[in-house]
C-alpha cells in the first residue's frame, strides 16, 4: 500500500500551525511558528526545558525516552517565562526528533487582546477565536435574561400594586349605592354593580352582554337615536343628563346619568363608565318646596 | 434578525432621545415585542417596522437613520459587547477592513440562525480599497455605509466612502470605495 508522504516549506506548515515548535533529537528548539514570538517573546532556540515546561501529563525528567511516553497524548505547556501562557496540543516524533502543534489556550478573547494576537495569528482552521465568541454569546445572553428577570419582576411588582389598586376601586365601585356601569363604545355592557342590578331590576347574566339603551334609564328605541349616540361614544362626548321612570309599583323615580370615557395613556378610549343617582327625594323636596312657595305666594301677606 | 440587532437600536434611541421617546416608538411601531434577547430570531420586518418609526417620530429620512444606526453598531454596540474581538480584527483601520471578510465569515459560525452578508476586498492600495458588499437583505446599504463611518470613528480615521456599484443601478451587488 502506497505510503502518502506530506512536505511542507516552513512558511506553509507556519501558515497552518503558526504555534508549532520542533525540536531535535538533543530536545533543543530548532525552529518555531511565526506567531510564537508574539506569545513568548523572550523564546530563544536553545534547550526546550529552558523555554517550557510540560504541566500535563507528568515526566521525570526531559529526555527523548520519557518524550516518547507522552506521544498520542493531549499535552498542556507551559511557558517558563510567565505562567500566563500555555499551549495545548500533541508531540509527534518526525525525523527522530519532535514535532509540537497546538494552540495557546485563553478563557476569553481580552486574554487573546492581552497577548496583542489578531485574527491573522491564527490558522483559519482553528477554532479558538470562533469558540471564545461563542462563550462570549453565551455571556451577553446570560446578562440579558437577568436584565429580563428584573424587567419582569418590577413589572410584576407594578401589577400586584394596579391590582391592589384596581380591588380597592372595584370595592369602592361595587359597594356604591350608585349604579355603576360599564360598556365599550358600542354600549355592550361588561360590568355593572349591585345597585346598578337595583335599577334595572334583572340579574346579573342577564346584563352582562347587552346594551346599555336595553335598560331604564338609558331605555332608547329609535335606532337612528341610539346610532347617533354611539357616534358620540367613539368620540369620547361626556353625558350628563336627568331623567324620570316609572317603578312597577308606579312611583315616579328621578335618575341623574353621568357617562364618561376610560382612556389609556395614548387617550385611546378603552371603555365607558356610568353612574346612575336616584335622586329622586331631592327632585321631590325640590318639587314640595316650589309647591309651598306656590302656596305661600298665594296667601295674601299681612 | 437576531434580537441583538434590535437591542442595539432599543439602545440608540435611550441614549440619544430618552427612554420615554423608545416607549412612543416602541408604540408606535405596534411591536409586541418590549424586551428582546440577544441571541434570539425575531421576524426582519420587526427591525425595519422599527426603522421606518424612528424615522417618522424623529423626522429623519430612513437613510440617515440607517446611517446612524450603523455607526452605533461599530461605537458602541460591539465596543461595548465584543471589543476583544473587534480588536483582534486589526490594529488600525486597512488591516481591520482587509480582516473583514474573514472576520465577518465567522460570524454565520457565531450566529447558525443568521442569513449573513458577505463581504470581499479588492482593489487594495496604500491610502483606498474597494469594499464588496453581497447581501441577501434589501435596503441595508446605508446601514453598511454607517458602519464604514463607525470604523473610521474608532480608527480615528477621516474617511471618504463612494459607492460605486450598487443593487439599485443593476449591480448584484454594492461596491464602496473607501478612501482614508
Known amino acids: ?302 | 434578525m437576531y434580537g441583538i440587532v434590535n437591542k442595539a437600536i432599543e439602545e440608540l434611541v435611550i441614549s440619544n432621545f430618552g427612554k420615554d421617546k423608545w416607549e412612543i416608538i416602541l408604540a408606535k411601531s405596534g411591536i409586541e415585542h418590549s424586551f428582546f434577547i440577544s441571541n434570539e430570531t425575531y421576524d426582519d420586518a420587526i427591525t425595519y417596522q422599527l426603522a421606518q418609526t424612528i424615522s417618522q417620530e424623529m423626522n429623519m429620512s430612513i437613510d440617515d437613520v440607517m446611517i446612524a444606526f450603523g455607526e452605533w453598531w461599530v461605537v458602541k454596540t460591539t465596543r461595548d459587547k465584543y471589543s476583544g474581538l473587534m480588536q483582534t480584527g486589526g490594529s488600525n483601520l486597512k488591516q481591520f477592513l482587509i480582516n473583514l471578510p474573514v472576520f465577518h465569515n465567522r460570524i454565520m459560525l457565531h450566529y447558525p440562525k443568521l442569513t449573513p452578508p458577505e463581504f470581499k476586498i479588492s482593489h487594495i492600495e496604500e491610502r483606498n480599497l474597494c469594499l464588496h458588499y453581497f447581501s441577501k437583505r434589501e435596503g441595508l446599504q446605508e446601514f453598511v455605509r454607517g458602519l464604514i463611518q463607525g470604523l473610521g470613528i474608532i480608527y480615528t480615521a477621516e474617511i471618504k466612502i463612494e459607492l460605486l456599484k450598487s443593487r439599485s443601478d443593476g449591480s448584484d451587488h454594492e461596491i464602496f470605495k473607501i478612501s482614508w
Open chain 1, 1 to 302: 500500500m502506497e505510503q502518502l508522504e506530506f512536505n511542507f516549506r516552513k512558511d506553509t506548515f507556519s501558515k497552518i500551525f503558526p504555534f508549532y515548535i520542533l525540536l531535535d533529537t538533543n530536545l533543543f528548539i530548532k525552529s518555531y511558528g511565526n506567531s510564537i514570538p508574539k506569545i513568548i517573546p523572550e523564546l530563544k532556540k536553545t534547550l526546550f526545558k529552558d523555554n517550557f515546561s510540560i504541566s500535563r501529563p507528568h515526566i521525570e525528567e526531559y529526555s527523548t525516552n520519557q518524550f516518547n511516553t507522552i506521544i498520542n497524548q493531549l499535552v498542556i505547556l507551559k511557558s517558563n517565562y510567565t505562567d500566563e501562557t500555555i499551549l495545548r496540543g500533541q508531540f509527534e516524533i518526525i525525523d527522530e526528533g519532535y514535532l509540537f502543534v497546538g494552540s495557546p489556550w485563553f478563557v476569553s478573547i481580552d486574554e487573546v487582546v492581552q497577548k496583542n494576537l489578531s485574527i491573522n495569528d491564527f490558522a483559519f482552521h482553528d477554532s479558538l477565536l470562533d469558540i471564545l465568541h461563542v462563550s462570549k454569546n453565551y455571556e451577553i445572553n446570560y446578562n440579558d435574561l437577568k436584565e429580563l428577570l428584573k424587567t419582569v419582576n418590577e413589572q410584576r411588582n407594578i401589577l400586584k400594586k394596579d391590582k391592589e389598586e384596581l380591588n380597592k376601586l372595584s370595592l369602592v365601585a361595587r359597594a356604591n349605592k350608585n349604579g355603576v356601569v360599564i360598556f365599550d363604545t358600542k354600549g355592550i355592557i361588561s360590568w355593572c354593580n349591585d345597585a346598578y342590578l337595583n335599577i334595572v331590576g334583572l340579574p346579573l347574566n342577564k346584563i352582562i352582554g347587552s346594551s346599555i339603551h336595553d335598560f331604564e334609564p338609558d331605555k332608547r328605541y329609535d335606532p337612528i337615536e341610539i346610532e347617533s349616540i354611539l357616534n358620540e361614544f367613539e368620540k369620547g362626548v361626556i353625558f350628563n343628563n336627568e331623567k324620570t321612570t316609572i317603578s312597577p309599583d308606579g312611583k315616579k323615580i328621578w335618575f341623574k346619568t353621568i357617562k364618561q370615557p376610560v382612556r389609556d395613556a395614548d387617550g385611546k378610549i378603552l371603555n365607558y363608565f356610568a353612574v346612575i343617582e336616584d335622586i329622586t327625594s331631592e327632585k321631590e323636596k325640590e318639587e314640595n318646596g316650589n309647591n309651598s312657595a306656590v302656596t305661600n305666594e298665594s296667601i295674601p301677606q299681612p
